[in-house]
């Protein structure tokens, strides 16, 4: 694998907290363009691991390079300048504000007007803001969801705020994508959708994505490589199919009924 193959180098990742340990010597790369899952029980280490990348926690020992820099020299709020982009587990909309305005908070990053200029309202903000509303547009439809883009986010169906969040971690035109768990909730059609919907932004935009999902079916579908946690460590990595035969993966899944 050529070096300006790998986008994201995790090496020897190790997060403890009060003694109790998170991750442990995590070491996997992630190549431009792929989708890579990360999958692992409960308590594994997944979402711990998408904090550090995140810049949310501090790794007591390891590295992140991110196209060759480390991550861990960066302030979490330059991690999307940098073209990281993040859903999460849990719902993080404004039920207040219209699909399209939540959706634009995802495109801020890519603005370069600071706060004084915004205060006084001066002439390179509006260009700006036109921008940003163009951006956001383009992954509400995007994601087909242009009919709804006045509709406050506010009682909408939890598969399509899901939807919402994607078009907002989109909206941050980024090179890496952090997907945490996209299909929690929603019904197998859904699911399928969903799966679908990943692989044709995935195409178009020339995206790399890193997935956090519980459903495996979706995962084994859709990843070109999986990368398998269990409390902490690394206990497999490879194309879908290696990993489902792997011994290790069937035990931490299965525990003691193979």
Same mark, same amino acid.
């Given at each position: 694998m050529a070096a300006n193959d790998v986008i994201l180098a995790i090496r020897d990742l190790?997060?403890?907290?009060?003694?109790?340990?998170?991750?442990?010597?995590?070491?996997?790369?992630?190549?431009?363009?792929?989708?890579?899952g990360l999958i692992g029980p409960n308590g594994a280490g997944k979402t711990t691991l998408f904090n550090c990348l995140s810049r949310l926690y501090t790794p007591e020992r390891g590295q992140i390079l991110f196209e060759g820099h480390s991550?861990?020299?960066?302030?979490?709020?330059? #991690?999307?300048? &940098? !073209?990281?982009?993040?859903?999460?587990?849990? *719902? $993080?909309?404004?039920?207040?504000?219209?699909?399209?305005?939540?959706?634009?908070?995802?495109?801020?990053?890519r603005t370069k007007t600071g706060f004084f200029r915004h205060a006084l309202r001066l002439p390179p903000v509006a260009k700006e803001e036109r921008f940003i509303r163009d951006v956001a547009?383009?992954? #509400?439809?995007? &994601? !087909?969801?242009?009919?709804?883009?006045?509709? *406050? $986010?506010?009682?909408?169906?939890y598969g399509t705020l899901k939807r919402i969040e994607f078009a907002r971690a989109l909206a941050g035109a980024p090179k890496l994508l952090l997907l945490d768990e996209p299909a929690g909730g929603l019904n197998h059609e859904e699911v399928f959708q969903l799966a679908s919907l990943i692989q044709q932004v995935r195409e178009r935009l020339k995206l790399t994505i890193l997935l956090v999902e519980h459903h495996m079916n979706m995962v084994m579908q859709i990843s070109d490589k999986v990368v398998v946690l269990d409390f902490g460590r690394k206990i497999a990595e490879g194309r879908p199919s290696e990993v489902q035969r792997d011994p290790e993966v069937i035990r931490a899944y299965l525990g003691d009924r193979i």
């Amino acid at each position: 694998m050529a070096a300006n193959d790998v986008i994201l180098a995790i090496r020897d990742l190790t997060v403890r907290f009060s003694g109790i340990v998170a991750l442990d010597g995590v070491e996997f790369d992630v190549e431009r363009g792929k989708i890579v899952g990360l999958i692992g029980p409960n308590g594994a280490g997944k979402t711990t691991l998408f904090n550090c990348l995140s810049r949310l926690y501090t790794p007591e020992r390891g590295q992140i390079l991110f196209e060759g820099h480390s991550l861990l020299t960066f302030p979490r709020h330059k #991690i999307a300048k &940098l !073209g990281i982009s993040r859903t999460f587990q849990n *719902l $993080a909309l404004f039920p207040t504000m219209t699909v399209l305005e939540n959706v634009m908070l995802g495109a801020h990053s890519r603005t370069k007007t600071g706060f004084f200029r915004h205060a006084l309202r001066l002439p390179p903000v509006a260009k700006e803001e036109r921008f940003i509303r163009d951006v956001a547009m383009e992954s #509400i439809t995007l &994601l !087909g969801l242009e009919h709804l883009a006045d509709h *406050l $986010a506010s009682g909408l169906p939890y598969g399509t705020l899901k939807r919402i969040e994607f078009a907002r971690a989109l909206a941050g035109a980024p090179k890496l994508l952090l997907l945490d768990e996209p299909a929690g909730g929603l019904n197998h059609e859904e699911v399928f959708q969903l799966a679908s919907l990943i692989q044709q932004v995935r195409e178009r935009l020339k995206l790399t994505i890193l997935l956090v999902e519980h459903h495996m079916n979706m995962v084994m579908q859709i990843s070109d490589k999986v990368v398998v946690l269990d409390f902490g460590r690394k206990i497999a990595e490879g194309r879908p199919s290696e990993v489902q035969r792997d011994p290790e993966v069937i035990r931490a899944y299965l525990g003691d009924r193979i």
